[in-house]
């Protein structure tokens, strides 16, 4: 199975989360790790699972990173029936009112054009003790897990 782990982020630390799941499931798959920035959203394929993960910035936006991927996919209408995906948010509950809006205004149109999504939203509050990789390997661990049984 190929995995793409495609990421928005201001800081790194989605990135780094990226990297540190894709070690944690060491040569058992195939992956890729690129930022939304460098993805034309017409090149995502049916035999691709996808992993998103998005940072959020200033009011509840996406990364600046992630904007470019957003606005062709809603300027070009691109349908996404084939894509299969899971999304992953960072944000801080001090801005509760736009917590993780990056990840959720993505997760939302990626559906809205169609695409698959596998697994539940994760969630990560900078405000808490725990660290983006103490929920996201067990999360992408579960996401792989369901696509397995889903083949099955």
Known sequence: MKLH?????ETGSAEMLCEDIRDDLGDAFECEITSLGDVDPTTL???TFYF???STYG??????????????????GIDLSHV??????LGDMVFAETFAFGSK??????LEQGATMIGERCVHDAS??????DLGI???????AQLKARAA
Do not use: C
Not at 5 to 9: K, P, Q, S, V
Not at 105 to 110: A, Q, R
């Open 84 to 89: 299969r995906f899971a999304i992953y948010g």
């Open 128 to 133: 808490s003790p725990d660290l983006p990789e």
């Open 5 to 9: 782990f495609l990421f928005g982020t």
């Open 45 to 47: 394929d049916a035999d």
């Open 59 to 76: 009011n509840g936006d996406l990364p600046v990173t992630a904007q470019p991927f957003y606005d062709a996919i809603v300027e070009k």
């Open 52 to 54: 998103f993960v998005s």
């Open 105 to 110: 205004t993505l997760m939302e149109k990626l």
């Open 138 to 144: 067990p999360w992408a661990h579960d996401v792989i």
